[in-house]
């Protein structure tokens, strides 16, 4: 079975242009922390940096070369194209679907997916909260496992603009069509119905960056989890929580 974990990244973001690359903790970016804790999972499996136009993400190519990643660039706005033509140039049949803008991705829980069903007849695999794919939330701890023949079909059957743009929309749309297997996810995170650590926006990195601060005192070397983050934001101000329950309501996903 070919495997690869491909992360979706480009620099266009309405809300944070640039957020991917900019500084959040020390000289790293949320990029180079995504691909670094990705590397820590010691997987046999190619990371691939899959971007769209490769003017307007010209700044993307060195970050993959300076991290030894592969890199990739396609389609700037149909993104389930994007990661067909990606994993066809990479002789992919599963492909672990990462987004750019989570620092505090748990590499455990995308393991966990990987090592669990990455050997089953699953068209899309992911955890979720509320019996809605995780990918719907606002925690940023989450990736999908998908076969790329399930997206080739996906492509093939729809021309909705949302559907293009976010990769996995249409499978987990029409369980009749595909065969999904949705985790439920761990409890200490679903009871957590505050927490927000996705970056959009200019007050989603702030807050992420005050995290990290907190964090990397004690994991130095970016190795923490989940717990670990929900541990130390208990410690934090309340107004952390409240600035997230903000984000979290200006920036609900449907």
């Known amino acids: 079975?070919?495997?690869?974990?491909?992360?979706?990244?480009?620099?266009?973001?309405?809300?944070?242009?640039?957020?991917?690359?900019?500084?959040?903790?020390?000289?790293?970016?949320?990029?180079?922390i995504v691909i670094l804790r990705l590397k820590k999972m010691g997987m046999e499996a190619p990371i691939i940096l899959a971007t769209g136009d490769p003017v307007k993400n010209a700044a993307l190519a060195p970050i993959a070369g300076k991290n030894e990643v592969h890199f990739?660039?396609?389609?700037?706005?149909?993104v389930l194209q994007r990661?067909?033509?990606?994993?066809?140039?990479?002789?992919?049949?599963?492909?672990?679907?990462?987004?750019?803008?989570?620092?505090?991705l748990d590499i455990d829980l995308g393991k966990d997916l990987l090592t669990r069903f990455t050997g089953q007849d699953y068209d899309y695999a992911s955890f979720s909260v509320d019996q809605k794919p995780t990918i719907l939330t606002h925690y940023g701890f989450f990736s999908e496992l998908v076969d790329t023949d399930a997206l080739i079909r996906a492509h093939e059957a729809?021309?909705?603009?949302?559907?293009?743009?976010?990769?996995?929309?249409y499978l987990y749309n029409n369980p009749g069509k595909f065969?999904?297997?949705l985790e439920?996810?761990?409890?200490?995170?679903?009871?957590?119905k505050k927490v927000r650590l996705t970056v959009d926006t200019k007050a989603d990195f702030t807050i992420a960056s005050l995290i990290l601060e907190q964090l990397l005192t004690i994991h130095s070397k970016f190795d923490y989890n989940y717990k670990d983050v929900l541990s130390v934001l208990k410690k934090m101000s309340p107004e952390i929580l409240e600035g997230m329950q903000e984000q979290i309501i200006e920036n609900s996903k449907s």
Not at 184 to 192: F, G, T
Request: charge should be positive; aromatic fraction near 6%; proline fraction near 5%.
């Open 1 to 32: 079975m070919s495997l690869g974990i491909i992360i979706q990244a480009r620099l266009g973001s309405q809300r944070l242009p640039g957020k991917i690359i900019a500084p959040i903790a020390g000289d790293r970016s949320i990029l180079d």
């Open 72 to 78: 990739f660039s396609g389609s700037e706005d149909d």
């Open 83 to 104: 990661f067909i033509d990606c994993a066809r140039q990479f002789r992919l049949k599963k492909v672990l679907r990462v987004c750019a803008d989570n620092p505090f």
């Open 158 to 169: 729809t021309g909705d603009k949302f559907d293009r743009e976010h990769v996995t929309r």
């Open 179 to 181: 065969s999904i297997k």
């Open 184 to 192: 439920e996810a761990p409890v200490e995170i679903k009871n957590e």
